[in-house]
């Protein structure tokens, strides 16, 4: 990956070429700092005045893995569409959207919740996020002398149910998230969105992906060829490979990128 600030007119290039820039961020680790628990988690109000701007003059998606009830309390901009818990939902001109998820995939996911509460008992610091068609499993606050043994406990009771029943457990960002393996995924919701707001323009500007965690590396694969993967947070991760090709150093950076875009 390059420096994204070392390589601007790079970017500006690219923009430049196809006329305009689509934005689609994520949301925890991008446009909110990783927070000590999911309901800490806020956008601050400099960047939520720049990312209202952007949207009045882009373009502009976010795709989290949270669900649409709960981004929608965090940011809640009619001009900015939204894909929520990794694609599931989604909401089109004021209307929302779910894709149909199997009974037996819904029974599956019930079932690993119910082998994972227990250890809430023995882990009291361990969060879990319950989002009907998913759930998550924080360990971020965890006492340091706990985290190995917890994620071996975690893998040990959710791959198995995983492998069985198909499901998708994705480990990163200090946190476990079991969901439906459907064959969609950030990358999927990328090139949906990309084409969505671009057929609303009647135009076809680059794709910009920010996102922090592995489940953004789906999104960065999916846009690698005609598209800007821009991988936030590389001070966590810089022991890791990345299908982005550029990088800010942290999420604080996310105000430099916006009012950069802003000033072209």
């Excluded at 989604?90 to 995939?105: L, M, Y």
């Excluded at 009771?157 to 476990?176: G, M, Q, V």
């Excluded at 910009?208 to 800007?228: C, M, P, Q, V």
Aim: aromatic letters at 8%; a negative charge.
């Amino acid at each position: 990956m390059k420096n994204l600030f070392d390589n601007l007119s790079e970017i500006k290039e690219r923009i430049e070429s196809s006329g305009g820039a689509i934005l689609l961020f994520d949301f925890d680790g991008v446009l909110s700092a990783i927070a000590p628990t999911p309901d800490d988690a806020f956008i601050s109000k400099e960047v939520s005045a720049l990312l209202l701007e952007c949207a009045s003059r882009f373009p502009v998606a976010i795709i989290t893995g949270r669900t649409m009830a709960d981004i929608k309390k965090k940011i809640n901009e009619k001009n900015i569409f939204y894909i929520a818990t990794h694609g599931l939902e989604w909401e089109e001109d004021g209307q929302n959207h779910a894709k149909e998820i199997p009974k037996e995939t819904l029974e599956a996911i019930g079932i690993a919740k119910e082998k994972i509460k227990p250890l809430l008992a023995r882990y009291p610091s361990m969060i879990m996020e319950d989002k009907a068609s998913t759930f998550t499993a924080h360990y971020r606050t965890l006492s340091p002398e706990l985290v190995e043994s917890f994620i071996q406990e975690v893998n040990s009771i959710l791959r198995p149910i995983a492998e069985e029943y198909k499901l998708r457990l994705d480990h990163s960002t200090k946190a476990f998230e079991l969901r439906p393996e459907i064959n969609w995924d950030k990358g999927d919701s990328a090139l949906f969105a990309e084409q969505h707001l671009n057929q609303k323009i009647s135009k076809k500007f680059v794709p910009i992906y920010l996102g922090e965690s592995d489940t953004d590396e789906d999104a960065f694969k999916a846009l690698e060829k005609n598209g800007i993967g821009i991988r936030v947070n590389s001070k966590e991760n810089e022991h890791k490979k990345s299908a982005a090709k550029w990088f800010m150093k942290d999420q604080s950076e996310i105000t430099l990128f916006l009012k950069w875009i802003l000033s072209i």
